[in-house]
């Protein structure tokens, strides 16, 4: 029978069939960070239970800890240095992978994962972290979990879960100049709601996706949970293949031979059936802004703040929302007036995001009010900038040039944009307060936060004449 | 490490009638200042809850405040509840808080989980059903208080009842207070074998 690549994932990794439709799921590999792992482990240890595989098991240190030059386990967040202390410690002692804050594979969770081939196609993988669904990009099924389901992966190697229903969402045609993956996904959102997914894995397919890098691939992953999905998926191709060829923890060898020859089988076959399908052209869609608190409250750069029908059943929160970003009705999205551009984050922080911007930013200076942050997604991605010279050109634009790490695409009582700010942004989440108190977050692609950076306004990229 | 049991409750239900209340909602990550799953309770839905980012001022406003919704244990809010960071913290704060069940239409799927394994009993009615249950109480919060029958998978105030769904794992789990890591640990011979045959078909993993 003709299987889709997300029921191909689940029935090589189905352990036993639970009661009701829970089903016992065995994991492979299990990733951790210092804001959430560092409790999974320290209440897995308090319960007196062991890390079942240690090895299989990579921790890192980048949500709590700064970013700027010179850091150290001393952060800006109030007691941080709880976090990494025990989680250095947690990780020692539990015998796992630690790419701790001055390691030279230290980077972002999910950029480091796919960087290091420690997610491959067929595996499963979790982390207790949201955007875990970003690493689906090489068909592995890998999602985000809580602590305690993280603390039943370390101590079982497996989750019980219900196997959620299946999606697909064709991105037929090809993509307009200056549009992105993160367009994309903002697009798809828009379109169909924050709740459009109602917790399915969605296989991302069609031209428009086979036509994405590795890392474009992974920044549309990135935000299927922001579309409510359990996690994103796309097949295994040619590129997938080249992508992982030599990196430090993918296969080598004889068993490289043998694992391309099983990824090459890694996609839906023809006939498969989905419990739902979308198309999308991919023609329509146009470089995306966020103008609320919702992935959902987005709409094209050249477009206005919605409108808001009082019949609607979803005005309260878009009021609320416009209330809070302080923007109007029939306002003009571009040409909004930013204090703070920010170019980093699992979404957005990798090396062809950071490529991308700095082909803008060359030669040119940001408008005199804005703060602008560059914050690439890992050490390795920091290095490699640095030797192409990207690192000069954003500094010479007036960017900031930090160490990597979540940094500010989240707010946990250090560092912050401030009071009412507004930020265009390459990260997710757009939500109240996200990246400070009362800060307001504008979403976008690395291009138009680097032109609107340039311009101290929202500002679509296209109109920004590359250098 | 055995959860409180769920089976019956009856608590004062506050209504929180928002859509997309997301877990930087309910736990903002500046409260989340220590590696524990306790101490969180003040942090709750803080940036609604005090009238100042940081602050510990009510804002009286807020329906948590409200004298009407002293103890509420109950929370009736809209679709998606839980949605965004997967931060368990977000649970241990509505546990701390004192909260033991949430009607809502739709939740995040990690929230649900982090419920069903710390005690929460979440429960998804239409938002017809939501919109009616928070009208039947609002006249006298204290005195109209929910029931809750996980048992018999009912709410009810008053002459009211509504039926809701709920997978049988979670309900047992919920029931029983019982805790998954040692559930699964006695499967620790299937697991075995199943790692066995999939290193041999997956050597490279
Ligand atoms: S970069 Fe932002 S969204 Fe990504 S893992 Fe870090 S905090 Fe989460």
């Not at chain 1, 079942?52 to 700027?68: A, G, K, M, Q, W």
């Not at chain 1, 966020?290 to 919605?306: A, F, L, M, Q, Y």
Request: glycine share 8%.
């Amino acid at each position: 029978m003709a299987k889709t690549l997300f029921e191909k994932l689940w029935q090589s990794h189905l352990v036993e069939q639970l009661d009701g439709d829970a089903a016992l799921i065995y994991i492979d590999r299990i990733l951790l960070h210092e804001r959430t792992g560092s409790i999974a482990l320290k209440s897995l240890a308090a319960a007196d239970r062991q890390v079942r595989n240690p090895d299989e098991v990579f921790c890192v240190i980048d949500h709590i800890v700064d970013t700027l030059p010179g850091r150290g386990d001393e952060t800006m967040m109030p007691s941080g240095k709880e976090f990494i202390q025990t989680t250095r410690s947690a990780a020692q002692s539990a015998g796992i992978h630690l790419f701790d804050i001055d390691h030279p594979k230290q980077g972002i969770v999910h950029v480091v994962s796919p960087e290091q081939g420690i997610v491959q196609p067929g595996s499963t993988l979790v982390c207790p972290d949201s955007h875990t669904c970003s690493q689906g990009a090489l068909a592995a099924l890998a999602w985000g979990i809580g602590s305690s389901e993280a603390e039943h992966a370390l101590a079982t190697k497996t989750l019980r879960i219900n196997k959620p229903q299946s999606m697909r969402i064709n991105f037929e045609g090809q993509l307009g100049t200056g549009v992105t993956a993160k367009d994309m996904i903002l697009y798809l959102i828009a379109q169909y709601s924050a709740a459009g997914s109602a917790g399915t894995v969605i296989e991302f397919a069609g031209e428009a996706v086979r036509n994405l890098s590795i890392e474009g691939r992974l920044t549309l992953c990135n935000m299927a949970v922001e579309f409510s999905a359990f996690t994103g998926l796309i097949a295994a191709d040619k590129k997938t293949i080249d992508y992982l060829g030599g990196r430090p923890y993918a296969p080598s060898g004889e068993n490289w031979k043998q694992a391309v020859r099983y990824w090459q089988s890694l996609h839906s076959d023809a006939g498969a059936v989905f419990d739902r399908e979308i198309t999308i052209d991919c023609a329509a869609i146009e470089p995306m802004i966020t103008w609320g608190n919702s992935p959902e409250h987005s709409c094209p750069i050249t477009g206005t703040v919605p409108k808001i029908d009082s019949a609607n059943k979803k005005s309260a929160s878009m009021q609320r929302a416009q209330d809070y970003m302080g923007v109007k009705p029939g306002q003009k999205l571009a040409g909004l007036p930013i204090d703070g551009a920010f170019i980093g984050s699992c979404t957005n922080s990798r090396i062809s995001d950071l490529r991308t911007a700095a082909e803008i930013l060359r030669g040119r200076t940001v408008a005199a009010n804005v703060r602008a942050i560059c914050v690439p997604g890992s050490t390795p991605v920091k290095h490699q900038a640095e030797a192409e010279g990207l690192d000069k050109i954003f500094i010479q634009a007036g960017f900031e040039w930090r160490e990597s790490g979540c940094s500010m695409c989240f707010y946990a009582g250090g560092e912050s944009f401030g009071f009412q700010q507004r930020v265009a942004t390459t990260t997710n989440r757009n939500f109240e307060s996200r990246q400070g108190p009362q800060t307001r977050s504008h979403l976008a692609s690395p291009a138009t936060v680097a032109a609107s950076a340039l311009a101290g306004q929202l500002t679509d990229p296209r109109t920004t004449q590359k250098s | 490490m055995a959860l409180q049991p769920f089976t019956v409750h009856r608590g004062v239900a506050a209504p929180l009638l928002r859509i997309n209340v997301d877990t930087d909602a309910i736990i903002p990550s500046r409260e989340m200042k220590r590696v524990s799953k306790q101490g969180l309770a003040a942090g709750l839905f803080a940036i609604w809850r005090y009238t100042e980012p940081g602050g510990r001022e009510p804002d009286l406003n807020f329906v948590l405040n409200k004298p009407q919704y002293r103890n509420a244990s109950i929370l009736l809010s809209g679709a998606n509840f839980g949605c965004g960071s997967s931060r368990e913290h977000a649970v241990w704060a509505l546990n701390e808080f004192g909260i033991r069940a949430i009607i809502a239409p739709s939740f995040g799927r990690i929230f649900y989980h982090n419920c069903t394994r710390n005690g929460i009993l979440p429960i998804e009615l239409e938002a017809a059903v939501v919109h009616y249950l928070a009208e039947a109480i609002q006249a006298a919060p204290q005195q109209n208080k929910l029931l809750v029958d996980l048992p018999n998978q009912q709410v009810s105030v008053a002459e009211l009842k509504f039926s809701f769904t709920i997978e049988a794992t979670p309900k047992r789990m919920l029931v029983e207070g019982l805790d998954p890591i040692a559930m699964t640990l006695e499967m620790t011979e299937q697991i075995n074998a199943f790692e066995l045959q999939h290193r041999q078909r997956m050597p490279w993993l």
